[in-house]
């Protein structure tokens, strides 16, 4: 999913200096199989008319509908003579700079790991399904694979400037729960939105939460939750435009400047922000009590 938090701090056993290891396709379980087609005819029904065309066209062209959980060999083939871009397998969570230098050299870090039967629904780590299901059909996308890649080498940077908090909340926000207005309506592209089954409708669907159109420093400025339904999603106009600000902008005055203000609080509306939908709210208000809010 995101960069976060990483307990490693060198390769474990059995992983290359890089970090990666062998997806080990031939070992998945008939089970582990049934258990990612379950997944993708849910979410493929699902997607139609919510998704963007740019991730339904990758879901397409990367021919992620064949049967079974896909091999990364023959997925980086397609992919890599689309975008340029890889799947390689790793052990979980790797270090910041790990992550970043992939992703900088189009390299997707993926886990290779399916979730249980019982867990269809939620699971906290990104699995097989999150990663290839979620992430990897933006990626045959040139102007999103151009995003990413210099989202890594951005990565890279923001360690220099102590500011990956910042370039986080960047990531939470369009790459993991983006929106996109297209000319049908608000679509999803994030990854987390996309490979949810709940997520994918709330998010469109949903009374609670705001949607606002995107504006950099502010999401840079916003906390977001890990444990539930976003309370906020960010809405760019296009992915040229998403690629274009962030590509043009310098980001290291952005993070001094950022640095001297205040956190924004998830779901909070600020004067400047051009709102399309105001949130009432009321789905995180039903769940405060049940649990405790886990922001990052
Ligand atoms: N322009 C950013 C910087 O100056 C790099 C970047 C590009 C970050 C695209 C994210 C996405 O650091
Ligand atoms: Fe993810």
Not at 16 to 24: C, F, K, V
Not at 45 to 58: D, F, I, Q, T, V
Not at 151 to 166: I, W
Request: cysteine-free.
């Amino acid at each position: 999913m995101a960069e976060g938090t990483h307990v490693l701090d060198k390769p474990p056993p059995g992983a290359a200096a890089d970090w990666t290891i062998p997806q080990n396709w031939a070992h998945y379980t008939r089970e582990e199989h049934e258990t990612w087609d379950k997944l993708f005819e849910r979410q493929a029904k699902l997607l139609p008319g919510r998704a963007s065309e740019a991730y339904l066209r990758g879901l397409d062209v990367l021919k992620l509908s064949k049967p079974g959980i896909p091999d990364f060999e023959e997925l980086s083939e397609r992919l890599m003579k689309l975008t340029g871009w890889q799947v390689v397998a790793v052990p979980g969570l790797v270090p910041d700079e790990v992550f970043f230098d992939h992703m900088a050299n189009r390299r997707f870090v993926a886990g290779n790991f399916i979730r249980r039967p019982d867990q269809l629904d939620y699971l906290q780590e990104p699995d097989v399904f999150h990663d290839v299901f979620g992430h990897v059909p933006m990626l045959a996308d040139p102007v999103f694979a151009d995003y990413l890649a210099a989202y890594g080498r951005g990565g890279l940077r923001a360690m220099e400037y102590d500011a990956l908090k910042y370039l986080g909340r960047l990531y939470w926000y369009t790459v993991e729960f983006g929106l996109i207005e297209e000319a049908d309506g608000l679509r999803i592209y994030g990854s987390g939105i996309v490979s949810s089954f709940a997520e994918s409708r709330f998010a469109l669907d949903d009374p609670s939460p705001n949607r606002i159109r995107f504006d950099l420093a502010r999401v840079m400025r916003t906390q977001y939750r890990i444990d539930d339904f976003q309370q906020n999603y960010f809405v760019i106009p296009s992915f040229d435009e998403l690629l274009r600000v962030t590509v043009e902008t310098d980001f290291a005055p952005l993070y001094r400047a950022i640095g001297g203000k205040p956190d924004i609080q998830i779901g909070h509306i600020m004067p400047d922000d051009s709102v399309i939908t105001t949130g009432t709210q009321e789905y995180a208000r039903s769940r405060r009590g049940e649990q405790q809010a886990v922001l990052a």
